[in-house]
């Protein structure tokens, strides 16, 4: 299903665009000063890759307008606690992104709120530091595609419910009608594939 | 549970995907600052952007720019547009209110100098009849027999002035104007005042205060500024 639903071209074009850590930097150093021009240079850099996600996680474009909204109003607001120097803008604002996105589909389903503290904690910019600069590297999107397209059909739909619906392991087997154990397997053999065919890269 | 156990938990525990004993395991690693369950996480991390950057690329709307600016407050809220239309509106309806304040001031002024001219107009026509009432008021006329001549009436009230009341004026070319003249016997023409003829090449105009009853009166035609002496030929005259 994601492979469906990767466009590679634009999704790599974006990314190139997109994941710059080398600049990153300077950008976190002005939005931490309220530089009037770094707001609109996040939003530029980020803001299609952000309605992107957003839009194709809760697929309706009044509430993913919203949601990016939010999105950079929560990046603006924690801003103060991103480690300028050492921090990766790119991977918090797409966290960010995916997390709001998640809380608001679990949210119109009625499960709000178990997980709902869960994600906001995972939004805290700390551990998005350290990020080497090849760790989003265009080459490393592309390893990661093609060890995607190399998944089974239950492997890469487990790894769609994860990411873009945001079920956890005892609700992907609930619908898919498998038991957990199998799913478990699923899901983390198709990480450990993604994972390794990444670290592959990183050796070369 | 060690590193190694958890070690295919990671990109799920980023998500808020994992709970129970895993969940605990690697949230006990982490505050203990374990490096080998920190380099996981981060690796998670990253592979996690990976993916959610592969969402199908969808161009958000414009208008969505100025909503996130707005909400930070770098920007006029979405409706900035529709404040910068409202804001040229303004300034067309204050341009439009403008000439309209103009023409309404123009036609005013127009009003208030007919209303003038009006005025002054039944202050001549008062003075006319006051003349016209008094018994010791002499009238001689002027133009009768002639083909196309100016044709009027002077009266001299030696008390009141010289009035004169005149018709079939010519219209006279731009900067030259009417003037009366007192002309005393054996003396010369003294100025009694410029005026225009009406649209209709009528007039009336008076010389105020006492005058020798035995004068003769004259217009000539000058520049609007007035002359000196007469500077043309008598265009009427009356003597009394």
């Known amino acids: 299903m994601l492979a469906r639903l990767i466009p590679v071209s634009l999704a790599l074009a974006l990314l190139q665009a997109a994941l710059r850590f080398k600049d990153d930097g300077d950008l976190a150093r002005r939005l931490q000063a309220r530089d009037g021009g770094a707001m609109p240079e996040l939003y530029d850099r980020y803001g ?74 995972l939004e805290h ?24 397209e190399k998944l089974t059909p239950n492997q890469k739909m487990v790894v769609e419910m994860a990411y873009y619906e945001g079920l956890s392991q005892t609700e992907m087997a609930e619908r898919m009608q498998q038991p957990l154990g199998t799913v478990k397997t699923w899901v983390r053999s198709a990480l450990k594939v993604l994972r390794e065919q990444l670290s592959e890269a990183a050796a070369l | 549970m060690t590193c190694e156990e958890l070690r295919d938990s990671y990109e799920l525990y980023s998500l808020g995907l994992l ?64 404040a910068a239309a409202a804001a040229a509106c303004a300034v067309v309806v204050a341009l439009w209110l403008s000439l309209e304040k103009r023409t309404t001031d123009r036609e005013l002024a127009d009003v208030r100098r007919a209303l003038q001219q009006s005025v002054a107009e039944r202050g001549r026509l008062e003075q006319a009849f006051t003349f016209l009432n008094q018994p010791e008021t002499r009238q001689v006329n002027f133009g009768q027999g002639q083909p196309a001549p100016p044709r009027g009436n002077f009266f001299l009230n030696p008390r ?3 009035l004169l009341i005149a018709s079939n004026l010519p219209a006279l070319p731009a900067g030259r104007a009417y ?34 009853p035995n004068v003769t009166v004259a217009v000539t035609v000058e520049p609007e500024s007035g002359s000196r002496a007469p500077t043309s030929g008598i265009l009427f005259s009356a003597g009394f």
């Open chain 2, 160 to 162: 009141l002035g010289v």
């Open chain 2, 19 to 82: 709970d129970g004993e895993e969940k605990r395991e690697i949230d006990a690693h982490l505050e203990r600052n374990c490096a080998v369950c920190q380099k996981r996480l981060k690796d998670a991390l990253g592979i996690n952007a990976l993916l959610l950057s592969q969402a199908p690329e969808v161009v958000p709307p414009s208008r969505l720019r100025r909503r996130v600016l707005a909400s930070v407050g770098l920007e006029r809220a979405g409706w900035g547009w529709l």
């Open chain 1, 125 to 148: 910019p700390g551990p998005f530091c350290d990020f080497e600069d090849r760790a989003l590297s265009l080459d490393r999107a592309r390893r990661l595609k093609d060890a995607f």
């Open chain 1, 48 to 121: 299609r890759l952000v309605y992107s996600l957003i839009l194709r996680i809760v697929r309706n474009s009044a509430a993913a307008e919203d949601l990016v909204q939010e999105t950079f109003l929560r990046v603006w607001n924690r801003m103060p606690a991103f480690d300028q120097k050492r921090g990766a803008l790119g991977p918090w604002v797409l966290t960010v992104a995916r997390n709001r996105a998640i809380d608001y589909i679990r949210s119109v389903d009625g499960k709000m709120s178990a997980g709902a503290l869960e994600l906001d904690r």
């Open chain 2, 179 to 212: 003037e009366m003249w007192v002309i005393p016997k054996g003396g010369m023409p003294v100025p009694a005042g410029l005026f225009q003829s009406g649209p209709q090449g009528t007039a009336i105009h008076i010389l105020p205060g006492v005058v020798d």
